[in-house]
């Protein structure tokens, strides 16, 4: 869905004590994967509890064009009826992935050892991120790309009619790069192997073992070396998608800097690659207890409980960076209002996310009167200790998580916060709003 329409502001105001249960839908990772992984199995994977968010809904239509049956039955439960591995037949169309780089390089790797031509989209933010990172390993399976100046799309991928597998060190830490080589490896014959130098999400190569591939995992001192044996045929699954930790945590850190606050946030992700947010917000002071630790939909998950504290900044370790990548922009926000500097470094993958973050929160924080500093690959915040006087509109670029991340600054600054357009809130956490009024939240369209 790469059309725009009309920009939708949307303002905040401070807001009383929130209260209450906040339960936030599901994870975007794991439904894209379940999404593709279904459609690359034999038979019908049901799903649920998947985000019915765009990007996902897009990755959904994708996956329809490669010839896989997509059914929605309800809310969150969906059924995908797969073609198997090597299966896919070459779409009639463009496809569109709208915002999601996730969709794009994760669909790229899926169709790149097919032999089959397709031509990939977005919108406009997706349009200007990097696809080389994932076109340049492709290659190495027989996978042509072309696209625009500097790896842009539009592109079209040509697959490779005959792949070889692939040994390939991943240069940047990302786990879309990973899951793009390991979805091109599983209809290349032989072994496919990706090493990881720093550790990052972790959520294919659980759902690849769930759909009966070979995959082994081994800590080396160069970091993971993760192998898979190509052309299984993967078995339909029954995925309980948990619920995202990422949307989990505009929740737990507008409880954290509004007054009086004290929320219940069930079922979130204590996975090692995800949840570097929590033990920072515990650094900074935050009062956060985690209850009822177990395990849903193969992930183990924590129900917190989160009240309203004085926070003091701190220095994130940037080898925690890959556990927190998306959870910057909140933490910046949360950051502004702690006494003293936090200091991120380490964070220059922020520049290629759905908008340069580290720009869009300099100047969206700047805006609202709190002095930072920046460079290439850091952010430094001069926290006020809960005096942020807000009173601007900040530009949100297309970006979901810069938009959700004004609003809760300004559920707690002096002055109400207005975002430019909060029409890209509904690619990830699109009961944003009514899940944040539903707490006690004053955030208005
Ligand atoms: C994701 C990986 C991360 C993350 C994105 C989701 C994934 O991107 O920022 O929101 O599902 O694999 P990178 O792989 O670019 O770090």
Not at 56 to 85: C, K, P, Y
Not at 343 to 361: C, P, Q, Y
Not at 373 to 379: F, G, S, V
């Amino acid at each position: 869905m790469s059309g725009h329409g009309t920009p939708k502001p949307m303002t905040a105001q401070r807001s009383g004590p929130l209260k209450g249960t906040a339960e936030v839908p599901g994870d975007k990772s794991i439904s894209h994967r379940s999404l593709i992984l279904g459609a690359m199995a034999v038979g019908e994977t049901k799903v649920t509890g998947l985000l019915e968010g765009q990007d996902v809904l897009d990755t959904a239509a994708a996956m329809r064009a490669f010839g896989a049956e997509v059914i929605r039955h309800g809310q969150g439960n969906w059924s995908v009826f797969g073609v198997g591995v090597g299966g896919f037949r070459e779409p009639e169309q463009v496809l569109d992935c709208g915002n999601s780089g996730t969709g794009v390089r994760l669909i790229m790797g899926a169709m790149a050892t097919s032999d089959m031509t397709v031509t990939f989209t977005g919108d406009a933010s997706l349009r200007k991120r990097p696809m080389a990172r994932v076109t340049d390993p492709l290659a190495l399976f027989g996978t042509q790309a072309h696209g625009r100046k500097g790896g842009r799309l539009p592109m079209t991928l040509v697959g490779a009619a005959q792949p070889v597998p692939v040994r390939y060190e991943v240069p940047v830490p990302s786990a879309q790069v990973k899951s793009a080589v390991l979805l091109a490896g599983l209809n290349a014959p032989g072994d496919t192997v990706v090493i990881e130098r720093e550790a990052t999400r972790d959520h294919s190569e659980r759902m690849l073992a769930g759909f009966g591939a070979q995959v082994h995992v081994e800590k080396t001192a160069q970091g993971n070396v993760i192998t898979l044996t190509g052309q299984p045929e993967l078995r339909p699954q029954e995925v309980a998608v948990p619920r995202d930790p990422s949307s989990a945590a505009f929740p737990v850190c507008a409880a954290l800097i509004v007054e009086g606050s004290d929320i219940f946030v069930p079922g979130v992700s204590q996975n090692l690659t995800r949840n570097g947010l929590y033990p920072t917000l515990v650094e900074m002071g935050a009062d956060i207890t985690f209850e009822n630790v177990r395990e849903e939909g193969g992930e183990p998950v924590a129900d917190l409980r989160v009240k309203f504290s004085s926070l003091k900044g701190i220095e994130v370790p940037p080898e925690r960076a890959p556990s927190m990548i998306d959870e910057y922009p909140i933490l910046s926000v949360v950051a502004a209002f702690a006494e003293g500097r936090t200091v991120m470094r380490g964070v220059k993958e922020l520049r290629v996310k759905e908008s340069d973050r580290i720009d869009a929160m300099a100047r969206g924080l700047e805006a609202c009167g709190v002095r930072i500093e920046e460079d290439e690959d850091t952010l430094i915040v001069h926290g006020m200790g809960g005096a942020v006087p807000g009173g601007a509109t900040v530009a949100v670029h297309l970006d979901h998580r810069i938009a959700m991340s004004f609003l809760v600054l300004g559920m707690a600054a002096k002055a109400p916060v207005t975002v430019d357009d909060g029409e890209a809130i509904s690619t990830s956490f699109p009961i944003f709003g009514a899940l944040m009024t539903g707490l006690g939240a004053d955030i208005r369209a």
